[in-house]
């Protein structure tokens, strides 16, 4: 089974930028959608975006439409997450997900989470 890795989290100052990505321990990896979820504190885990297996199709949430950018490399089994403008509503602990539906993205396989913090 695909295990995931992320990186890229950490401190930064409102208006600010950061890169989070998640490493794919496999090549099936190309075969599934990704997502990126958030949790902040006091919340329920909310989904951030999503990404078909080709890149072709995404999906945003309205809170961060227009800031956040998902992207994957397959041939790098790698997901990623470019956040801009940054938000303090954007701190949250980001996670990386897998599942073999776009449409019903609900979430099979999980990493272990990356902390962003953001200050104003």
């Known amino acids: 089974q695909v295990q995931l890795v992320e990186s890229g989290g950490g401190l930064v100052q409102a208006g600010g930028s950061l890169r989070l990505s998640c490493a794919a321990s496999e090549r099936t990896f190309v075969s599934y959608s990704m997502g990126w979820f958030r949790r902040a504190p006091g919340k329920e885990r909310e989904i951030v975006a999503r990404?078909?297996?080709?890149?072709?199709?995404?999906y945003y949430s309205n809170s961060v439409k227009g800031r956040f950018t998902v992207s994957r490399d397959n041939a790098k089994k790698t997901l990623y997450l470019q956040m801009n403008n940054l938000e303090y509503e954007d701190t949250a602990i980001y996670y990386c997900?897998?599942?073999?539906?776009?449409?019903?993205?609900?979430?099979?396989?999980w990493g272990q989470g990356t902390q962003v913090a953001v200050f104003s």
């Open positions: 990404i078909d297996p080709m890149g072709g199709r995404t």
């Open positions: 997900s897998a599942d073999r539906s776009y449409v019903s993205f609900k979430g099979d396989i």
